[in-house]
């Protein structure tokens, strides 16, 4: 501490020292002023090329070849085969805020361009040795422009074909202080394929080509499938883990890339968000919505993977926020959160069902109760927002989707999440064969030819959740009136979220009041919950609103799942075979038998077929 302390008492001693000789105010060069705008569009190789790659895009290219040596640092080439430009528009683009794509400030309402603020080019020619060439549409010869730190040097004919090529060299060369902020070559190599990778994701329409140090990275050609260029992108693997989902709003369309159930990541790394073809930054209330939608279908230490393709009325969006336009206000955010995540949840109560091993692929013969939310098309599912369910349909709907081919596994891996919808009849409690229970966690039971071994917790978390759920959807939330009235005090800020938040609380059966400034009592709660501490719960779901923005749905569920946890069997207690036998039959009438309300397992199975041939019988 005494070390920074003294340093900084000498910089202070130094301005004194200065400003005794040199006390007025500067107007800056324009050379300066470039210099010091040029820093805040350009800080690395990666963003040259993303700008000079989003002006091949607004000049409407279907081909588009990016070269770097050095990681960007040596030379940037970025070719294109778009409009091109004519003399006079060339040697404009390299001033500043000089741009084709607005005219006024009020354009910007309405922006459809990736590009709009007229910095690009001439932040990126302070910097370089610049040179640009291209040909107008039309023309039948075209311009070279040559600059260097931003000062032209000369422009000449130029016998090329239609489109631009971009040439930046020797970047930061007039501004060595920003070179030793660089990273090593292989990282700064790294951001700009990861870059591209997304816009190639983004505008899967248009081929693009990167290559380093004259060596092909990745290449893709045009293509009128997402899929395709997900393939190409991101690997066949995971491509090929992706289910599909469209939806619909007035002024928004989605279309969503997502994984299942039971092809959740370790890691963020495949989730991607893309606007009017623009990358951007995932927003916390995004990953927050998505979090909630998957929460009760993965475990808490996985991650699902996807890719929202979202269309946005420009003018319900503001991309005039950053420089580097990587972040988007929305008009709407609590619109486009509800549509996301119902479209998300509804998906993945379609696709609910988990990879098993099947022997007939024959789907089981039952009504589907309630309204249909999802049609399928020959991509995915087109979901109607207007007819989004809050809650799951009934579980033989699930059933009755388990028709995918599935793979047969070794012996280790045999012990799959079960669900053969052949032996979930509406007789199944009749064949349900208890066992035993083990380690006082586990229920073990027999039906059918096949072996299973139940989560007593997670089955019951499951059951008594969705008891929960069906109460309040049909108006017969059962109440506990308390004797004693429970009372309680709150922080001011936490304290205004509840009593804004007060008819949400009635909703889910906790009756709860105001009693004084930032006092308030409970009076009754759902019986269904047990003895517990309803004060704990309370104050764990206003932590919750205090990020969350749409609570009406979610709100209710992440209550109830949280609810759910505290009043079920737990592990380590003791379960009677009668008990044992009505909680299996209680499990396989919830709309989704295979998971926890938090995305665990609730069983495994074992055929007799896969023990024959572990024991070599077969």
């Keep these: 501490m005494c070390a920074v302390k003294n340093v900084r ?29 040029a820093g ?9 090329v993303k700008e000079l790659v989003e002006n091949s895009l607004d000049a409407c290219a279907s081909s588009i070849t990016v070269e770097i040596s050095q990681a960007g640092k040596k030379l940037i080439r970025v070719s294109d085969n778009g409009f091109g430009m004519n003399k006079k528009d060339l040697e404009l683009s390299i001033l500043r805020h000089a741009t084709s794509k607005i005219e006024d400030f009020n354009d910007l309402s309405h922006i459809q361009s990736l590009g709009f603020r007229g910095e690009a080019l001439s932040s990126i020619a302070a910097v370089s040795n610049f040179e640009a060439m291209t040909r107008k549409k039309g023309e039948s010869s075209g311009w070279k422009l040559s600059a260097a730190g931003g000062k032209k040097i ?40 990861n870059s591209l990778e997304e816009t ?20 893709t050609q045009q293509t009128n499938k997402k899929t395709e260029r997900i393939s ?35 890691n963020r790394k495949y989730q991607y968000f893309f606007v009017n073809s623009r990358p ?83 789907a089981v013969s039952s009504p589907i109760e309630g309204e249909e939310i999802a049609k399928q098309n020959g991509e995915g599912y087109a979901v109607n927002s207007t007819r989004l369910h809050s809650f799951a349909p009934a579980a033989r709907q699930t059933f009755q989707s388990l028709n995918e081919p599935q793979k047969h596994y070794g012996i280790d891996k045999y012990a799959t999440i079960f669900a053969k919808q052949e032996n979930f009849s509406d007789n199944f409690d009749s064949n349900i064969k208890v066992l035993g229970q083990v380690f006082d966690t586990y229920i073990i039971a027999e039906n059918a030819g096949e072996l299973y071994i139940f989560d007593q917790h997670a089955a019951a978390e499951r059951v008594r959740y969705e008891a929960y759920l069906a109460q309040m959807d049909n108006k017969t939330l059962k109440l506990q009136q308390m004797l004693l009235p429970e009372n309680f005090e709150l922080a001011v800020s936490i304290a205004e979220l509840l009593k804004a938040n007060l008819k949400l609380f009635n909703e889910l059966g906790i009756s709860v009041e105001e009693f004084g400034d930032n006092s308030f009592r409970v009076t009754a709660y759902p019986a269904l919950l047990g003895n517990i ?62 998971t926890c309300p938090h995305g665990r397992p609730t069983a495994y199975k074992l055929s007799q077929n896969d023990l024959e041939k572990f024991f070599k019988r077969k």
């Design 9 to 37: 008492i000498a910089i202070c001693a130094q301005r004194r020292k200065k400003f005794k000789v040199i006390y007025m105010i500067n107007v800056l060069s324009q050379e300066t002023i470039n210099k010091i705008a």
């Design 40 to 48: 805040e569009v350009v800080e690395r190789p990666l963003n040259a």
């Design 154 to 193: 000369k422009v000449s004919p130029w016998a090329g074909a239609q489109g631009t090529i971009t040439e930046v060299k020797d970047l930061f060369f007039n501004t060595p202080a920003r070179q030793k902020f660089l990273k090593s070559d292989a990282t700064e190599r790294s951001r700009i394929i």
């Design 200 to 219: 190639a994701l983004a505008n899967y329409e248009i081929s693009f080509k990167l290559l380093s140090e004259n060596k092909t990275v990745f290449s």
């Design 232 to 266: 190409d992108i991101l690997g066949k693997d995971f491509a090929q883990t992706l289910k599909n989902v469209k939806a619909e709003h007035p002024k928004i369309f989605l279309d969503i890339y997502f994984t299942g159930r039971d092809n959740s990541l370790s």
């Design 280 to 362: 951007v930054n995932i927003p916390k209330w995004l990953s927050h919505c998505v979090f909630n939608a998957y929460k009760e279908s993965i475990p808490h230490d996985k991650y699902p993977g996807f890719l929202i393709y979202a269309v946005i009325d420009p003018s319900d969006i503001d991309v005039n926020i950053h420089p580097t336009k990587r972040e988007i206000k929305f008009a709407d955010e609590s619109g486009i959160y509800d549509l996301i995540y119902k479209t998300l949840k509804s998906a993945l109560t379609t696709h609910s069902h988990p990879n098993i091993n099947v022997i007939s692929n024959q």
């Design 533 to 594: 501490s309803i004060e704990h719960i309370i104050k764990k779901i206003i932590e919750d609103l205090e990020f969350e923005k749409n609570i009406e749905i979610e709100k209710k569920r992440d209550k109830i799942i949280r609810s759910a946890c505290r009043v079920s069997i737990k592990a380590g207690d003791n379960v009677a075979p009668l008990e044992a036998k009505k909680l299996i039959n209680d499990l396989f009438k919830c709309s989704h038998p295979f």
